[in-house]
């Protein structure tokens, strides 16, 4: 196998962390010796050991000469755990490939001089988009301090997400609604609108798999909704918070400061719209239904006030698209 090939195979067990590490990032490591794979391991748990930490671990003695393929660079300060660049400097690795640099600038590039001195050959950049992506939150985390704002929206074919009165179960098939549980057990919190909230009920928890250990937090965004009324609707043993929208960025420094990386936003059309028009959705995920409800009365996709030209449209950039059972999901950022 080549490094491109090794390293996919560290990002396969980094995402073995997904939705368990918050405020890290997920990380896999694999160590490979005379071209065997004889260690690898992942980021389980904020506060547990580190992805090459395990790796190591797991190859023993045969770590004495190996190579180590990181998908994120390894940490060369005092945490909650050691410095994984001596666990590497001690172990005998003899290379070390890496996918992508740390985000934070005061440790970015860091290992890998630490990692030099030692007399550790250092090959970075190995699928560093690929990499970066499977933590974009953290990234962005890291960078400005506010969380990621993924929009996800299910809608019909002619971008509605319910008709004039509220009834929008289900739009979806059962599959694109599995997705759904895989992007909460991502998210840190979910939110959605007042008007979401009145007529789904929805649970904004994690419900597959059961027993799901990290729950996100859930807020409700309205300027009339009380939290006594939210946590009725919401009934779920945990106290939903409100927020009023009015000031989005303050709103989600706060949250950043607490250690919420990424935010799912659930809908509806208004909630998007206040979002988009502050500019603070990262990357949509529509799931789009093979159907057309019609009604000019019909709720969209995304609300707000009426635009008279064209220009003022948000382009879509790097859109991927692919099928969940009979339904479509599109991903972009904004561009």
């Given amino acids: 196998m080549n490094d491109q090939e090794l390293m996919r195979k560290a990002l396969q067990m980094a995402k073995k962390g997904w939705g368990l590490t918050s405020p890290n990032p997920i990380v896999g490591a694999i160590i490979v010796k005379n071209g065997e794979i004889v260690g690898q391991g992942y980021h389980a748990k904020a506060g547990d050991a580190h992805a090459e930490i395990n790796a190591i671990r797991d190859a023993g003695k045969q770590a004495d000469g190996a190579d180590l393929y990181i998908t994120l660079e390894p940490c060369s300060t005092h945490g909650r755990t050691p410095p994984c660049t001596e666990a590497i400097k001690n172990a005998g690795i003899k290379r070390v490939f890496i996918g992508a640099l740390d985000p934070n600038p005061r440790h970015s590039g860091i290992a890998l001089l630490i990692l030099h001195e030692a007399g550790v050959q250092v090959f970075d950049n190995i699928l560093r988009e690929e990499c970066e992506n499977v933590n ?16 996800k929206q299910a809608m019909t074919l002619d971008g509605k997400i319910a008709t004039q009165s509220g009834v929008s179960q289900w739009i979806t098939g059962p599959e694109a609604r599995e997705r759904v549980q895989w992007l909460r057990q991502w998210a840190d919190a979910i939110m959605v ?10 649970s904004l928890k994690v419900r597959n798999p059961e027993n799901w250990p990290r729950q996100p937090r859930r807020i409700v965004v309205s300027r009339s909704m009380t939290v006594p009324e939210a946590t009725e609707i919401l009934d779920q043993g945990v106290t939903p918070e409100v927020l009023d929208g009015k000031d989005w960025d303050a709103d989600l420094r706060r949250l950043g400061a607490e250690n919420v990386t990424a935010i799912l936003v659930e809908g509806g059309g208004e909630l998007a719209a206040s979002m988009l028009r502050a500019g603070e959705v990262d990357k949509f995920e529509f799931h789009v ?27 879509i950039t790097n859109i991927k698209t692919f099928n969940v059972g009979s339904d479509l999901i599109l991903t972009g950022y904004p561009k």
């Fill in 136 to 151: 974009e939150a953290f990234f962005k985390w890291i960078a400005t301090g506010k969380p990621f704002v993924l929009l």
């Fill in 193 to 202: 609108g007042a008007g979401t909230a009145r007529l789904d009920r929805p």
């Fill in 289 to 315: 239904a093979m159907k057309i409800l019609g009604g000019r009365d019909s709720r969209s996709v995304v609300g707000g006030d009426n635009p008279t030209t064209i220009d003022g449209a948000l382009n």
